[in-house]
């Protein structure tokens, strides 16, 4: 079974600075993806970013952009120029190269962007 | 179009009551999911259909927990005889056929008192 860690239970960041949220996992497959996701206060959760483990390139979107290290099994995510409305939980998700869709999540990280 | 909806979004239940949850996909997306998350921890996986076919339930933690799709497109999960132990926040999320990414709905948060 896989297995999701999030070693940050809570983080803070000042407006317009770089944070950079961990994630580890423990998987035996050799193709699978891995995902960054957004849940706000009270709002439902959504896709930061997302990464093919056969893709040796690291995702960036916008400002968001991961470190993965495939041996390490380490998936990191950082913020760049951080905004008020990064505020949120931070959930880190794995999901097997199936069809079957099942995600695995960590338990999350909760960043506050401080004006 | 249209998001991923859930209803209701609150729902509170008497230890031993019945409930049951809706989940409205996105129009087209053949995948459905059910997760459960508790206070202060990351979702986790309930079940999964693709069409009306359920292809994965492991993740239902008793047989009080039950999930159809009869037509393919709107979803219900139920639970039977509710315990303290499942007040959570159930989430619903759709994709396309072998989509990777999942539409998350908002949620339901069951307080059984």
């Known amino acids: 079974a896989q297995t999701v860690t999030q070693s940050q239970p809570e983080m803070s960041v000042q407006e317009a600075e770089t944070v950079t949220l961990s994630c580890t996992y423990d998987t035996s497959e050799s193709n699978y993806y891995l995902f960054w996701y957004k849940q706000p206060p009270s709002r439902q959760m959504i896709l930061v970013i997302r990464q093919e483990a056969y893709k040796q390139q690291n995702a960036t979107e916008n400002r968001f952009s991961v470190n993965f290290q495939k041996a390490a099994k380490s998936f990191s995510l950082k913020i760049s120029d951080s905004q008020l409305g990064d505020t949120a939980m931070y959930f880190c998700a794995f999901m097997k190269d199936t069809n079957a869709g099942k995600s695995t999540f960590g338990d999350g990280t909760t960043l506050t962007v401080k004006p | ?113």
């Open chain 2, 1 to 113: 179009g249209a998001g991923v909806s859930q209803s209701p979004r609150y729902k509170v239940a008497k230890r031993g009551q019945d409930v049951a949850l809706r989940c409205d996909p996105i129009s087209g997306h053949v995948s459905l999911f059910w997760y459960q998350q508790a206070l202060g921890q990351g979702p986790e996986f309930l079940t999964y259909f693709q069409n009306e076919a359920q292809l994965d339930k492991s993740g239902l933690p008793s047989d009080r927990f039950f999930a159809e799709r009869p037509e393919g497109s709107v979803s219900t999960l139920k639970i039977q005889r509710t315990q303290q132990e499942d007040s959570a926040v159930y989430l619903c999320a759709s994709s396309l056929v072998h989509g990777v990414e999942q539409y998350f709905g908002p949620g339901t948060r069951l307080t059984v008192t």
